[in-house]
């Protein structure tokens, strides 16, 4: 079965990469589909973070990393995905991504939404905060693996 994991990954994060591995040791293929996003200011372009991404997961031969800058149910049609995973860290999360599902699932019927807890250690870690984090010189290698927070930093010189 192919699943896709959407997002706007910037910068991914532990949190991303454990849903991803999860999800790929669930599913047969897993697409990993950098959403660009007009409304918010990446750190790292689109082609960055697939790059990034595809650095961070290249032990998995069942995980491909592609971008799309058309509307994720779009993407999974034309690519024959049935189902989307999300990770959830907590009640907050799970509303949003009900709504956002339910709109998706009115623009392709097709479509499927599997949403995974987001494991305990990473249930705080998410993108804006890293991004802010880094605006204030903060040490995020915590929060990111050890390929992103080069990239980071690398950004910041």
Do not use: W
Not at 5 to 21: A, M, Q, R, Y
Not at 101 to 118: E, R
Not at 143 to 150: A, G, L, Q, R
Request: charged share 20%; hydrophobic share 40%; with cysteine.
């Amino acid at each position: 079965m192919k699943v896709m994991v959407p997002g706007s990954f910037d910068p991914p994060t532990n949190g991303h990469l454990d849903i991803i591995k999860r999800a790929a040791s669930l599913f047969d293929y897993v697409y990993v589909v950098v959403a660009q996003n007009s409304l918010k200011k990446p750190l790292f372009t689109t082609q960055e973070r697939v790059e990034l991404l595809k650095e961070c997961l290249g032990e998995f031969s069942n995980v491909y990393v592609d971008s799309t800058s058309d509307l994720v149910a779009s993407y999974a049609r034309e690519h024959n995905i049935g189902v989307i995973v999300r990770g959830v860290r907590n009640s907050s999360d799970y509303d949003y991504e009900s709504e956002l599902a339910s709109a998706n699932k009115l623009l392709n019927y097709n479509l499927d939404f599997v949403f995974l807890p987001s494991s305990e250690e990473y249930r705080i870690v998410r993108s804006s905060l890293v991004r802010e984090l880094i605006q204030h010189n903060v040490n995020v290698s915590q929060f990111v693996p050890i390929t992103i927070s080069e990239a980071i930093r690398n950004k910041q010189q």
